[in-house]
């Protein structure tokens, strides 16, 4: 696979940033401004200084998978709650999470109603965009960090319940996110339900208007999101459709995405996993990325929360993350790796993990149980 023409630049953007953990001011406050003098000049990009974002493997499409993981020194994948913790309180009636297709259609229809409704709800927090738009920002901002490092489980599982609840207070949603299994596809992907044109997040972009990516992707023409603009680019601001453009990445065939790493045989050998660390970064680097490498588009870019089959998929790998808790007791607690993907300090069940203005920053242990404390569903 080709290397990304742009990673020192991007790498330099990375390195601007001073520390995600104690990330937790707006800094698009100064950007909106220029944004919108730009507007006056037809400008409609500009790099937004001090974004820093981080999808696995730089650019996805263009990035081999890796020889080396960096690895802390290991101590047997646990680590300790604090002696002041306190077990939560167990949730008595959780809500279940299922799989898309095992909804009723008007289960699937009121889904991608909310959905919508988010995506035209005005953000709360800036001039411009919707919340929608927020969740993107904030994953490019802050959950890109928790990329090949211990936090990618606990940080998306909190992201996702705060997605299901913004969805429920801000647009009357009463259910509960579904996942996307793809173990059931993965002899032909591109074929999903997940896809139809009526009853899920329509199809291929299929060449017909190219996508601002410049990545062989188009807009989305069918569908709910056919319409969907979208506010962030990456680091930029750059206002688009949806795009997508199935490839496989064995070959680079158009119009197919590759099973191999999300066939049920796979799942299985995560879940033989003796140790966090080794499920989280296989998840990572199989299953993970093969989906967004797979689908192109908004989905295979530091945005890749524009597309909104990023919360069904995301939603499989914390249902996986949850299968693997449920096989000893220990689970719940045992978390290892480094802090952040920038970061070589060993991460503590007691760091923070930060939502900037989606919700408050908890701490780790809030986010290991999806039946205690804050959190209260099951699959």
């Known amino acids: 696979m080709e290397a990304n023409p742009n990673s020192s630049e991007e790498d330099k953007l990375l390195e601007s940033r001073s520390s995600e953990e104690d990330s937790t001011a707006d800094p698009t406050d100064r950007l909106l401004q220029q944004h919108q003098s730009q507007r006056k000049c037809n400008w409609h990009t500009f790099t937004i200084s001090g974004l820093t974002v981080a999808l696995v493997a730089s650019n996805l499409l263009w990035a081999s998978f890796p020889t080396t993981i960096r690895e802390p020194p290991f101590n047997g994948g646990k680590s300790a709650l604090p002696r002041t ?33 988010l995506a035209n709800t005005p953000s709360r927090s800036r001039s411009i965009g919707s919340i929608y738009d927020d969740f993107a920002f904030v994953h490019m901002q802050i959950g890109a960090h928790t990329h090949e490092a211990a936090p990618f489980f606990p940080w998306h599982r909190m992201f996702l319940h705060l997605w299901e609840q913004h969805l429920h207070d801000f647009c009357g949603f009463e259910g509960a996110l579904p996942y996307w299994d793809w173990t059931l596809d993965w002899e032909n992907l591109a074929a999903s339900p997940i896809f139809s044109n009526v009853t899920g997040f329509g199809g291929d972009g299929g ?32 206002r688009h459709c949806l795009a997508r453009g199935f490839i496989r990445y064995e070959d680079k065939a158009d119009g197919h995405i590759s099973g191999n790493h999300v066939r049920p045989s796979a799942v299985a050998r995560l879940l033989d996993q003796e140790h966090y660390y080794h499920l989280n970064n296989a998840t990572q680097w199989e299953m993970h990325n093969a989906i967004h490498w797979g689908l192109r588009g908004d989905f295979s870019q530091w945005s890749s929360a524009n597309d909104p089959i990023f919360y069904l998929h995301h939603a499989q790998l914390d249902r996986i993350w949850w299968l693997w808790q449920q096989k000893r007791a220990s689970r719940s607690t045992e978390y290892y790796g480094l802090k952040s993907r920038q970061s070589e300090e060993t991460a503590s069940i007691q760091d923070l993990l930060h939502y900037l203005e989606l919700g408050s920053s908890i701490p780790v242990s809030e986010a290991m149980q999806v039946d205690a404390g804050t959190l209260c569903y099951r699959y």
């Open 85 to 117: 913790h306190t077990h939560f309180d167990t949730c008595s009636k959780p809500v279940l999470r299922r799989e898309w297709r095992n909804l009723a259609q008007h289960e699937q229809l009121a889904y991608l109603g909310a959905v919508i409704c």
């Open 207 to 238: 060449h017909i208007i190219a996508s601002a990516l410049d990545d062989g992707s188009s807009c989305v023409g069918d569908g709910p999101f056919r319409d969907l603009e979208l506010l962030y680019m990456n680091s930029t601001i750059q």
